[in-house]
């Protein structure tokens, strides 16, 4: 059994008029990875953030947005997880992707657009997924996602009888202006489902002037946080999560065996 699960998270500024400053950027950051790790967790719209001209923008960047998160996935040899637009049968989607080398393991379309331009332009999703990686359990959402606690619940599974995900990930533009709703929703989903949550959010100005102050941070079960990055800061935050230190605090205080069906 592979208790340790190593994570990279990463926050950085991203410039809604200049992909490949992004794309360099990333680069720039990752340089800095000190161990091998597992996962690298970008924010949402890694490549362009959110503009009045994402919808026209989508079909240029797409493919070069995914070449690059094959290149990085093959470079670190780990997986990466990130959120991207994605033109598909005349419709745009917020799809996250989890990347593996070449192979996608995952593709989640959002099911909770925000207001605006998401809500006006994109479809929403329809289905969560889960997925198993080295022996752990990840669930996967995007940003205004957080929001909605039913759609992060977690359950137990009716023949082993042991909870569906260990660690639930949102990659988010979450606003500076609530960035304390942010803290506080990232806790909550920790506490009641049981589980790591990992939160990675950007930083700086996005295309209709809206601040993002970061606070990208780890979570454990109990809602105390365990690393975060500085806010309005760039930079990466590498991060063993501990199977141990989970299954302990799920045997000392079982609440999941309580829940409402």
């Known amino acids: 059994m592979c208790n340790i699960y190593k994570i990279c998270l990463v926050q950085a500024d991203i410039d809604c008029k200049n992909i490949n400053k992004n794309l360099q950027n990333y680069l720039s950051l990752l340089a800095q990875l000190k161990d091998k790790t597992d996962l690298i967790i970008f924010p949402e719209m890694f490549s362009c953030g959110f503009s009045e001209d994402l919808p026209s923008i989508v079909a240029d960047i797409q493919a ?20 991207m637009p994605v033109q598909a049968n005349n419709q745009l989607f ?42 752990w359990g990840f669930l996967p959402l995007t940003c205004y996602d957080m929001r909605f606690p039913k759609w992060c619940r977690n359950a137990t599974d009716f023949q082993s009888q042991k909870l569906l995900y260990d660690c639930l990930i949102f990659s988010t533009n979450f606003p500076a202006a609530r960035s304390q709703v942010f803290d506080i929703l990232s806790s909550a989903r920790a506490i009641e489902n049981q589980s790591f949550v990992v939160s990675v959010n ?22 105390r946080i365990l690393a975060q990055l500085p806010k309005n800061q760039q930079g990466i935050l590498e991060y063993n999560l501990d199977k141990s230190h989970l299954e302990r605090f799920r045997q000392h205080i079982p609440i999941y065996k309580d829940w409402d069906n």
């Open 64 to 83: 070069e947005s995914f070449a690059f998160l094959q290149e990085i996935s093959q470079t670190y040899e780990c997986s990466v997880l990130a959120s």
């Open 94 to 135: 917020n799809r996250l992707f989890w990347i593996d080398k070449k192979e996608i393991l995952l593709e989640y379309n959002k099911n909770h657009l925000f207001f605006g331009i998401e809500k006006q332009y994109f479809k929403k999703g329809s289905a969560r997924k889960i997925l198993r990686h080295k022996n």
């Open 202 to 223: 950007r930083i700086g100005l996005d295309g209709f002037g809206v601040a993002h102050s970061g606070g990208s941070k780890i979570i454990d079960p109990s809602g």
